[in-house]
């Protein structure tokens, strides 16, 4: 039965699906993305979920954190994750939750995006991606003016 329905689909899947048989224009997934972009998708989205996470469960205001690693004349000598965590433990807790909140959100929609729609159903339409990248830009510039505003006051 399903050689018939592929045959009057003009589909070349049949029973055997061997090596020469097409998956379709819909790709492997579903998605008419190619492998390569399906697990960069995935990749990206994980990454971005776990530094949502991260972003979240750090601890707030934590200035010795910030200064307990020496510089050397104008040399920061901390490396990249050092960096960055001096750099989270000066936000706010509001600000972290607003940037880790994005990053989880924007991982979940490129995850979404790269799986068939039934996996997902509530996210943003792909055809709307701009919504959701000008949405994580204004949450997360504008949780950051906020505590330099809010530092520039309490200076």
């Given at each position: 039965?399903?050689?018939?329905?592929?045959?009057?689909?003009?589909?070349?899947?049949?029973?055997?699906?061997?090596?020469?048989?097409?998956?379709?224009?819909?790709?492997?997934?579903?998605?008419?993305?190619?492998?390569?972009?399906?697990?960069?998708?995935?990749?990206?989205?994980?990454?971005?979920?776990?530094?949502?996470?991260?972003?979240?469960?750090?601890?707030?205001?934590?200035?010795?954190?910030?200064?307990?690693?020496?510089?050397?004349?104008?040399?920061?000598?901390r490396g990249g994750y050092a960096k960055a965590r001096a750099w989270v433990a000066g936000l706010t807790v509001a600000t972290r939750y607003?940037?880790?909140?994005?990053?989880?959100?924007?991982?979940?929609?490129?995850?979404?995006?790269?799986?068939?729609?039934?996996?997902?159903p509530v996210s943003v339409p792909i055809e709307r991606w701009w919504l959701v990248v000008v949405g994580v830009g204004l949450t997360i510039?504008?949780?950051?003016?906020?505590?330099?505003?809010?530092?520039?006051?309490?200076?």
């Open positions: 039965m399903l050689a018939t329905f592929a045959q009057a689909a003009g589909s070349s899947m049949g029973p055997s699906m061997g090596p020469s048989s097409s998956i379709g224009a819909a790709g492997a997934l579903g998605t008419a993305f190619p492998v390569w972009l399906i697990v960069a998708l995935y990749l990206a989205g994980l990454v971005l979920v776990g530094g949502g996470l991260w972003m979240i469960r750090s601890r707030a205001h934590e200035p010795e954190r910030a200064t307990e690693i020496p510089k050397v004349g104008n040399l920061d000598t607003a940037i880790g909140l994005s990053a989880i959100a924007l991982g979940y929609h490129l995850v979404a995006w790269a799986s068939p729609p039934a996996w997902f510039g504008g949780a950051l003016f906020g505590d330099r505003i809010e530092r520039r006051n309490v200076s």
